[in-house]
């Protein structure tokens, strides 16, 4: 563990920590662009450039590991103007377009331009011109704002192995682009690119022009549409959410990237208010919750069907409805592809199989479920369902299963036509309207916080299930 002075105060850090870092553990940021923690650094943007003693040069901080005794200045005369003069050069041909600009607001030019420019130049030519082009139906490029970092390209060949993009040309011509008008359509990973552009350069025709980002609010919640229950940000303003971006968690390269998929799922859970269900509904009509619980608690025994892609805290409750343990059922059966080892760890759709196994839920059981309805020993089931994540197969057992007994209730953030076909629905939140926690198939437990608020009348399926679970065990006056 060398020990070293940064800026003349003493650090401490693991062997093999980039100089960058161990200024960010000493509490001095390194304004950066080409480097990122999840590909092989190159240092060609030179701004990460720090004084170490000795040295008869500035170095790049982002390539040089921490040594013993290393004596490191990060804001000295030198590195001062090395960090101006390369904002100078950066900003030569940048068309300064910032009102119309995208990344406006989360924009590292804008920030190290204000923080670390000389708000000088001597540019006195014309600028290079290039018109935005597609690069496929997700993402634009703009050249002209493009500082040539390369995070973009190193994307492709590192992480998603699919080479769209490369550099093309030399000196003044220089440009990022794609070999023979590639488009990005095929890659399953492609929005990344507009998250690792540090500047305006890589946006995202599904955001693009949609809102400015100072006026979302991040909330720190998961994507439902991966096995690991990938950390992301839902940004939101005005109860919607505008976009999901990965949420990368200290020392886990993998949590940087999430799939398009994953990214635009967002748009599945922005529901029309007055398309939802905002009542409880029992044989077809509006009707009231007293008059749901107490059919379920005067039909009989209950089973409980509880997919494996909500929240441990619903499971819980849900779990509690049962008659008896053994009557805990646990359904979803989607599949994920792997097509990144790196970045999938699992292939199971069903991300909290393992929150919802721990409460004692049993998957792979649905047909002792089906037999026990047959034979009349369960006379009430209580389903809790998301039919993104079950195959027909499994749909059409659950279907079944809901039409023998005496009685259902089906609680579904997105109603189905399998929750319309059981006896009583209640109106249930997604989970960006709830807050929750699900442990991933590596053990791993990850909360996710309530974004945004249910309309009138619908409540999160933990408040339904815990409401009924009173009403099943209080004794009757
Ligand atoms: S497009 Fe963005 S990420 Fe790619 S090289 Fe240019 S500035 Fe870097
Ligand atoms: S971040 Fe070190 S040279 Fe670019």
């Known amino acids: ?9 003493p650090v401490t850090v693991e062997a093999g920590t980039l100089l960058l870092d161990a200024c960010r553990q000493a509490g001095f940021d390194i304004p950066h662009y080409c480097y990122h923690p999840a590909l092989t650094p190159v240092a060609t943007c030179r701004m990460c450039m720090v004084e170490v003693k000795g040295q008869p040069k500035l170095v790049t901080s982002c390539t040089m590991t921490a040594a013993e005794g290393m004596e490191v200045q990060t804001a000295s005369p030198a590195v001062t103007d090395a960090r101006a003069a390369v904002m100078e050069f950066l900003l030569m041909n940048h068309p300064l377009d910032c009102p119309i600009c995208d990344q406006a607001g989360e924009c590292k030019l804008q920030d190290y331009s204000y923080a670390y420019g000389s708000g000088d130049s001597r540019m006195v030519e014309p600028k290079r011109r290039y018109r935005y082009e597609d690069l496929g139906a997700k993402i634009v490029i703009d050249k002209n704002r493009c500082i040539h970092c390369t995070r973009c390209v190193r994307f492709t060949r590192e992480v998603s192995g699919t080479h769209e993009l490369t550099v093309a040309n030399r000196g003044s011509e220089l440009e990022v682009t794609t070999y023979a008008g590639l488009s990005m359509d095929s ?41 690991s229950a990938s950390p992301i940000w839902a940004d939101v303003d005005a109860n919607r959410v505008w ?19 994953e990214r635009h799922a967002y748009h599945r859970y922005d529901l029309e208010p007055a398309s939802r269900l905002r009542e409880p509904k029992l044989d077809g009509a509006a009707s009231t ?28 409750r849900l779990g509690e409805l049962a008659s008896r343990e053994e009557l805990r059922f646990g359904s979803g059966d989607k599949h994920i592809p ?6 999938q760890t699992s ?40 039919e993104a994540f079950s195959s027909a197969k499994e749909t059409d057992q659950i279907r079944e299963i809901l039409g023998k007994a005496a009685f259902s209730l089906a609680l579904e953030p997105i109603p189905s036509a399998l929750g319309e076909g059981a006896a009583a629905q209640l109106p249930v939140a997604t989970y960006l309207e709830e807050q ?22 619908i409540r999160p399926a933990a408040a339904w299930l815990g409401a009924l679970r009173d009403a099943l065990t209080a004794q009757p006056a």
């Open 1 to 9: 563990m060398p020990t070293l002075k940064i800026n003349d105060i």
């Open 187 to 227: 890659n399953p990973l492609a929005g990344n690119v507009v998250d690792l552009c540090p500047v305006g350069a890589l946006t995202s025709r599904d955001f693009r022009f949609n809102k400015r980002v100072w006026y979302l609010k991040p909330i720190p919640t998961i994507s439902r549409h991966s096995a």
């Open 243 to 261: 976009r999901f971006r990965p949420r990368p968690l200290g020392g886990k390269t993998s949590t940087h990237f999430i799939f398009d998929e």
């Open 289 to 316: 919750f007293e008059a749901i619980a107490e059919r379920l608690r005067s039909t009989g025994p209950v089973a409980v069907i509880g997919q494996g892609t909500f929240g441990c805290d619903t499971a819980q």
């Open 338 to 343: 792997i097509q990144y080892p790196d970045l």
């Open 347 to 386: 292939s199971d759709g069903i991300f909290n199989r393992r929150g919802f196994g721990e409460r004692g839920f049993r998957f792979g059981h649905l047909e002792t479920l089906r037999q026990l309805v047959k034979d009349g020993a369960v006379k009430a089931v209580v389903l809790l369902h998301d």
């Open 436 to 457: 929750d926690f699900v442990v991933n198939h590596e053990g791993e437990l990850r909360r996710y916080q309530k974004a945004l608020e249910p309309p009138k009348g």
